[in-house]
Nanobody, 127 residues
Framework: QVQLVESGGGLVQDGGSLRLSCAVSGRTISSTDMCWFRQAPGKEREFVSAILRIRLSGGSIYYGDSVKGRFTISRDDVKNTVYLQISSLKPEDTAVYYC?????????????????WGQGTQVTVSS
């Protein structure tokens, strides 16, 4: 059984930083395309960042346009955990952040490509 558990969210001031974690069990992250999405109230789930499997994809990293230069995705294969360092936060970054594991050949930016999801962690940025 695959389980993803996010943590690290919270309330932070404009310009602040947080590190989100996604602990994975039942699947080896080094051989899985892993991703972060976020969903703000009343909006669709939005692609944030992806870190691809090492084999065949070389661990390539991608970011959504709205977070480039501010967010950093990384992976600890020993702990089987994916991280998202989020910096220079803005009020518009307020959302529930979800970790997901890809299980299909679809686009890394497509919600439907991901078979496994965590419960989400709330990030709130105050102005």
């Amino acid at each position: 059984q695959v389980q993803l558990v996010e943590s690290g969210g919270g309330l932070v001031q404009d310009g602040g930083s947080l590190r989100l974690s996604c602990a994975v069990s039942g699947r080896t992250i080094s051989s899985t395309d892993m991703c972060w999405f976020r969903q703000a109230p009343g909006k669709e789930r939005e692609f944030v960042s992806a870190i691809l499997r090492i084999r065949l994809s070389g661990g390539s990293i991608y970011y959504g346009d709205s977070v480039k230069g501010r967010f950093t995705i990384s992976r600890d294969d020993v702990k089987n955990t994916v991280y998202l360092q989020i910096s220079s936060l803005k009020p518009e970054d307020t959302a529930v952040y979800y970790c997901a594991a890809k299980a299909t050949m679809g686009s890394i930016q497509s919600v439907s490509s991901y078979a496994y999801w965590g419960q989400g962690t709330q990030v709130t940025v105050s102005s």
